[in-house]
């Protein structure tokens, strides 16, 4: 079975529920930057994401 990669944002701010979950980790990086700039106005690098917010289910 495949690796996917989730970003539960709930983790981040607690009240937001949004959830991002690929297959393809660089499609899950560049959704949660998108989302944590547009709707939390924060500017996270690949590597924070990763390392910090992206889980590996």
Known sequence: MADAYKLDCESESADCRFIIQSENETEAIELAKNH????????????????????VV
């Open 36 to 55: 944590m700039q547009e709707d939390h106005g924060q500017d996270y690098s690949d590597d924070e994401l990763r390392e910090a917010h992206l889980q």
